[in-house]
């Protein structure tokens, strides 16, 4: 593990905060608890290519968030 300088969290905090419920979902399950697009599909009673989309568009969405 490695850690942020405090301005770098607040920014990605900031930014997370920003995505809709569904990315934050969908992020948090792929970063934190580090489960497959599969499991998380079935989790969220979504498809793996729903899932794969959404997380493509969460993190297009977080870097324009953080510039």
């Known amino acids: ?3 942020l ?3 770098d969290i607040i920014t990605l905090r900031t930014a997370f905060s ?4 569904l990315q ?3 992020i948090y399950y792929i970063f934190e608890k580090d489960l497959t697009q599969t499991k998380i599909a079935r989790r ?12 493509k568009s969460a993190l297009k969405d977080l ?5």
């Open 1 to 3: 593990t490695f850690k």
């Open 5 to 7: 300088p405090i301005e």
């Open 18 to 21: 920003k995505l809709k419920k």
């Open 24 to 26: 934050r979902k969908v």
């Open 44 to 55: 969220l009673s979504l498809s793996q290519r729903q899932v794969s989309r959404i997380k």
């Open 63 to 67: 870097k324009e968030n953080i510039k």
